[in-house]
């Protein structure tokens, strides 16, 4: 199992769609646990990303990864077997990637694992003007509003939405979640979201809490070193 695992992480490094689509199902075909490999794959990405950043890898692939990747996704969270799914429903999340980021790996990476915890999840995709977040949410009478922004400039689109939020009078009807990598903490508490996560895992963990508090917001909700 653990080679299919490998040949799977594999195939996403070098980028071929069809490659990680194959071991994405053989690796559910002997057995796997989906979970697992989501898991695998979240790391991957993570250090996929890191090089980049370091000039170890060239920009043709990470995108070519980040293709093979969402292959993957597909074929793994589709073979989440249903008992694996919480019974309960915890909620419904109304996510996307804020206006002007068309980043959406980790964004997609975040709905997958919020999907396995026994979420509803809406996803809006990329470049998502703000207005459209306040409509879906209401829409579909969402519970959270998680929010992905990878590059800066894009960040103060996660306080417009909530800014629209508050000017409609609707603010206290959802949690607030935001998230990527350059989102700190303190931005998060600057503009009064609910709840901040590094990773995907701790965003899971900051829906759950979100889900549980009472309906009153006392403070941010965090999870994740910030400064790793
Ligand atoms: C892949 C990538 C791209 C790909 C995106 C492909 C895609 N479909 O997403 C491409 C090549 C298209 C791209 C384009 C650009 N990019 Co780029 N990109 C990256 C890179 C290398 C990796 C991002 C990534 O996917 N990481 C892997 C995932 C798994 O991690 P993640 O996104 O951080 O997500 C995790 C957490 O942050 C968290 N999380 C994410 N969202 C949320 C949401 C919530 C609610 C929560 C709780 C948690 C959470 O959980 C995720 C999983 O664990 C980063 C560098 C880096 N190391 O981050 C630069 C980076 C983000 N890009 C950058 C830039 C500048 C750009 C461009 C503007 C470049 C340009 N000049 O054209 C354009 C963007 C254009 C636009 N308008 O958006 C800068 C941003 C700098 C900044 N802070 O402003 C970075 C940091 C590179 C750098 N060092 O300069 N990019």
């Known amino acids: 199992m653990s080679s299919v695992t490998e040949k799977l992480k594999e195939a996403i490094r070098i980028g071929s769609e069809k490659d990680a689509r194959e071991m994405a199902e053989k ?15 979240t790391v991957l ?5 890191d090089k980049f950043s370091r000039f170890e890898i060239f920009l043709p692939e990470v995108i070519l990864a980040a293709d093979a990747v969402k292959e993957a996704l597909a074929v793994l969270t589709a073979k989440i077997p249903e008992e694996k799914k919480r019974e309960i429903r915890r ?19 975040v709905a997958t ?35 992905s922004s ?23 009807r959802y949690r607030i979640m935001v998230g990527g990598a350059p989102v700190t903490p303190q931005w998060a508490e600057r503009i009064s979201a609910d709840g901040w996560g590094k990773y995907a895992e701790d965003a899971v963990e900051v829906a759950k809490i979100l889900m549980e508090g009472s309906r009153e917001v006392s403070g941010l909700v965090a999870r994740g070193a910030p400064g790793e």
């Open 150 to 172: 990878l590059i800066t400039p894009s960040m103060i689109y996660q306080k417009d939405v909530i800014d629209q939020l508050q000017d409609m009078g609707v603010r206290s």
């Open 91 to 109: 909620g419904k999340v109304v996510i996307g990637t804020v206006f002007g980021d068309i980043h959406d790996i980790g964004k997609n990476l």
């Open 45 to 49: 990405m993570q250090e996929i990303g």
């Open 113 to 147: 694992m919020l999907q396995v915890a026994g979420f509803e999840v809406v996803d809006l995709g990329a470049d998502v003007p703000s207005g459209r977040f306040v409509d879906e949410a209401e829409k579909v009478k969402a519970d959270i509003i998680a929010m």
């Open 27 to 41: 690796f559910v075909e002997q057995g796997g646990d989906p979970l697992a490999a989501i898991s695998e794959v």
